[in-house]
């Protein structure tokens, strides 16, 4: 049974880059998504049209991600297609945690991941190359610190009971560094490690950024405020780099890809064949 998988991205996330592309990275499994965005905007408006949109899509199950999704526009958009019968998970960041206990008794489901930090926007010091750079250097750590394998893992478990036509078991995960590692495959010591200081880091950003761009009030002090912010995540996706290196060099990088009925396979040596 093919799955149709619905995304709403509202805001920008650096999950929110790839959350559709890890269901079906090679283009050859039977799955179909829809995903529709609003770009850099999520208030009520823009959500409620894009919900619209996906349900008119025909979803199985629905993914709404966006930065804090306690806001109204998020709120909106996950409330509505819940509504509407369709299993629904919600993915944002830290400050998403204050609703918690609040999806948690309507059912939805949720990934707060912790490390998936506020990007410091201050018109003094953000343009377009400087966002980009920042969610590349994101990425990285939300891939190798085990992240994206948790994601992986816990969507592909949904997916498959509904395609057996069970009732899904949503997901309910505040994703820090331990759950977040414990998914990343390394058999290296030295490389959990480093992967362990990564994540920390890129956690730290958001209370950097959001001292620099809601409570500093003088240019002088919050543009270095948020370049230092920028400058800690570069120095955790370098950890990260170093860490992927370290396995590569035991030739023990895990891998996870779908076979094209959506079974996950794995392998840990690079001339193999998954199983």
């Known amino acids: 049974m093919t799955v149709r998988v619905g995304v709403v991205k509202l805001g920008n996330l650096g ?122 250097d994101l990425q990285k750590v939300l891939a190798d610190t085990g992240v994206v394998r948790l994601l992986q893992k816990e969507l592909d478990r949904v997916v498959a009971e509904i395609a057996s036509g069970a009732t899904p078991n949503l997901p309910q995960i505040v994703v820090d560094s331990n759950k977040a590692l414990a998914e990343s495959g390394y058999k290296n010591p030295y490389a959990r490690a480093k992967a362990f200081a990564a994540f920390a880091a890129a956690e730290k950003v958001g209370d950097i950024d959001v001292l620099g761009c809601f409570v500093q009030k003088e240019m002088e002090q919050y543009v270095i405020t948020v370049a230092s912010a920028h400058e800690l995540l570069r120095a955790a996706a370098m950890l990260c780099d170093e860490a992927r290196e370290i396995e590569k060099s035991g030739d023990s990088v895990y891998r996870t890809p779908h076979a094209g009925d959506g079974k996950v396979l794995s392998k840990s040596t690079l001339v193999s064949k998954p199983e």
């Open 15 to 136: 999950t929110s880059r790839y959350i559709d592309l890890i269901l079906d990275e090679r283009a050859d499994r039977d799955i179909y998504t829809r995903v529709v965005g609003t770009g850099t905007k999520l208030g009520e408006p823009d959500a409620e049209e894009a919900a619209t949109k996906i349900l008119d899509f025909k979803p199985q199950l629905a993914i709404v991600i966006s930065p804090n999704g306690a806001l109204p526009g998020p709120t909106k958009a996950r409330e509505m297609i819940k509504a509407a019968g369709v299993p629904t998970i919600m993915i944002s960041d830290a400050p998403a945690a204050k609703v918690k206990d609040d999806l948690k008794a309507k059912g939805f489901g949720f990934f707060i991941i912790k490390c998936d930090s506020m990007i410091g926007a201050r018109r003094q010091f953000l343009d377009p190359t400087e966002m980009v750079l920042f969610n590349a």
